[in-house]
């Protein structure tokens, strides 16, 4: 059985509500994500691809994301708290791409946040709403990946419950002309249970241990 495109509509969790991203948030989003950190670490092709200027970086996020052929998102916090930092604001991007719907294939990828907000729980439920999507939509494998220099990112995809599939050698140029190898990783849908219950329970933590 081939997978479904899952529906384009808000994922509503209890820290964030992943929305279909538009054109005319891009202001906002620009808040949250044009900052040099952001890039430092590999997103939009490295920190020479980074822009200061509005009007160059959203010409850059035109044709970044894929607007026309996948599912891309915006990350809002609920706000249900209204003293946490950033509530009821943008805060990232994410985007279920690559839709390969006869082989049950997935990309969750593009994915940047405000720096505020790293570390914080929201990278955590808004991979559990988008795995959770994707596989109560039919897929058999999503795909994560990060440059291969991008320690970081690498650990936080791990820390999912991905598996490491290996390194695709010279695969894209970086901002700065250098060739990026990309580390690529992956969780199957016969894996997906026992990594629901660990972003759950990650997530389980992080609210307990934010109110005390």
Do not use: C
Request: no cysteine; hydrophobic share 45%; net charge negative.
């Amino acid at each position: 059985m081939s997978a479904l495109r899952p529906p384009f509509e808000p994922l509503v969790g209890r820290l964030v509500t992943l929305q279909p991203l538009t054109r005319e948030q891009l202001p906002e989003l620009f808040e949250a994500i044009g900052r040099p950190e952001v890039f430092a670490g590999g997103w939009g092709g490295g920190p020479a691809g980074y822009r200061p200027d509005y009007v160059d970086w959203a010409a850059f996020m035109n044709d970044y994301l894929a607007w026309d052929t996948a599912l891309v998102y915006g990350v809002r916090l609920t706000g249900a708290d209204s003293s946490a930092p950033f509530a009821g604001r943008l805060v990232g991007t994410t985007t279920l791409g690559d839709l390969d719907l006869e082989n049950e294939s997935a990309h969750i990828g593009w994915t940047a946040y405000a720096p505020e907000v790293w570390g914080a729980g929201v990278n955590v439920e808004t991979k559990l709403l988008l795995l959770g999507s994707a596989f109560d939509n039919g897929f058999g494998r999503v795909k994560l990946q990060a440059d291969n220099l991008n320690e970081r990112s690498r650990a936080a995809i791990l820390k999912l419950g991905a598996t490491f599939e290996g390194v695709l050698r010279r695969m894209q140029r970086r901002a700065d002309g250098t060739w990026r190898d990309t580390a690529v990783y992956s969780i199957l849908a016969d894996e997906w249970p026992a990594v629901r219950a660990g972003l759950d329970a990650r997530l389980a933590a992080h609210q307990d241990s934010s109110r005390l």
